[in-house]
């Protein structure tokens, strides 16, 4: 019996999130392991005091990320999904796990136009269900920031876009690939592919 890690990619504000619980409709049993999740567990857990704090919080998320996923390869997990604004740094360790432990790669590649993405990213930084380690140079557990637009490690739209350029988000691909573009939600159908991934579960 086959097993997939599907990976949803793409530039922040690109629906992932979204796309997760589409999946988890027709795939209820699919283990999901996001590094966002761990890097808000861990900051809450241990919290930063400065940039140079963040980093290496980042490392150990990353560290924690990839031996998590072994382990569920390891099992036999049947379907596993991540999602992340996925780039070439990743791409090596996912490709080698999934050799090792014969798992097939799906990626669903999000994509947008700029300016839509930047609008997007822009308002979610400033709502209050924003995790605050994501937008704060320092953050502890239940630190609090009513007004979000003065958080002080806000991307501004230059950074927002070198990020994005440099690290070519919308060119990650691993495995049997899936496109969407996603500058307008109302027209994104992912009837064939939620379709495809039931066949895959049966």
């Not at 097993?3 to 997760?20: D, E, F, H, N, Q």
Request: one cysteine or more; charged letters at 30%; a negative charge.
């Amino acid at each position: 019996m086959n097993r997939y890690l599907i990976l949803i990619a793409g530039s922040p504000a690109t629906g992932k999130s979204y796309l997760v619980h589409e999946i988890q409709k027709v795939l209820p049993s699919i283990f999901i392991l996001t590094p966002d999740e761990l890097k808000e567990t861990l900051a809450d857990s241990v919290g930063f005091n400065n940039l140079t704090e963040k980093a290496q919080l980042e490392e150990e998320v990353w560290s924690n990320y990839y031996r998590i996923l072994s382990i569920y390869m390891q099992l036999g997990k049947r379907f596993i999904l991540s999602e992340y604004p996925f780039s070439d740094k990743q791409k090596g360790c996912l490709q080698k796990l999934s050799e090792n432990y014969g798992y097939k790669l799906i990626t669903i590649r999000l994509r947008a136009e700029f300016e839509t993405l930047w609008e997007r990213r822009k308002l979610r930084d400033r709502q209050n269900d924003r995790h605050l380690s994501h937008i704060m140079s320092h953050y502890h557990y239940d630190d609090k920031l009513v007004d979000r637009r003065q958080a002080d490690n806000l991307i501004d739209k230059s950074g927002f876009r070198k990020i994005i350029d440099d690290r070519g988000y919308d060119q990650f691909a691993l495995g049997e690939v899936w496109d969407f573009d996603v500058t307008d939600f109302s027209t994104v159908d992912y009837t064939e592919l939620l379709d495809y991934l039931e066949h895959l579960g049966r």
